[in-house]
C-alpha cells in the first residue's frame, strides 16, 4: 500500500511539472510572439530575448508556432534564407498550415516558390481576397 501511494505521488509530481512547463511555454510563446509582432525594428538585445524565449518555448514542444515565429524573428533581422528554411520545414511536416504557406508567400526564394506558395494559401484559405 504504502508503495502505491508513493507511486502515486510521483505521478502526480511529474504531472504538475509537465503542466507547468507547459504554462511557461505557452507564457513564452505568447512573449516572444508579442514582441516579434510590434511594429518597428527589433533591437539585437531584443531580438536576442525572443529568440531565448523561443528556445524555452521549443523545449518538449512539437508545435509548429515557434518555428513560424522563428521564422519571422529572422526576417525581422534579414536572414531570408533562414526564414525561407524554417517556414518550408512547418509547410513540409504540416501541409495544411496556412500561416507558414502564408510567410512562404511573403518572401520567396524564387517566382515559382512564390506561386506555389500563393495557389497553396488560396486553396486552404479560398476567403482570402486575390492579390493584386
Known amino acids: 500500500m504504502r ?3 508513493a ?3 510521483v505521478l ?3 504531472v504538475c511539472a509537465w503542466f507547468a512547463l507547459g504554462a511557461r511555454q505557452a507564457h513564452e510563446l505568447s512573449a516572444a510572439g508579442n514582441l516579434i509582432t510590434t511594429p518597428g525594428a527589433l533591437t539585437r538585445p531584443q531580438a536576442a530575448h525572443a529568440e531565448a524565449m523561443l528556445r524555452a518555448a521549443a523545449t518538449l514542444n512539437p508545435d509548429s508556432q515557434v518555428d ?4 519571422r524573428l529572422a526576417l525581422t533581422q534579414g536572414q531570408r534564407a533562414r526564414a525561407t528554411n524554417l517556414f518550408t520545414r512547418v509547410a513540409e511536416r504540416e501541409p495544411m498550415n496556412v500561416v507558414a504557406w502564408y510567410w512562404l508567400a511573403q518572401d520567396p526564394q524564387s517566382y515559382g516558390a512564390w506561386l506555389v506558395a500563393l495557389a497553396r494559401v488560396a486553396q486552404l484559405e479560398p476567403r482570402l481576397p486575390a492579390p493584386g
Do not use: P
Not at 68 to 71: D, M
Open 68 to 71: 513560424v515565429l522563428r521564422g
Open 7 to 9: 507511486a502515486v505521488a
Open 3 to 5: 508503495l502505491l501511494r
Open 12 to 14: 502526480a509530481l511529474v
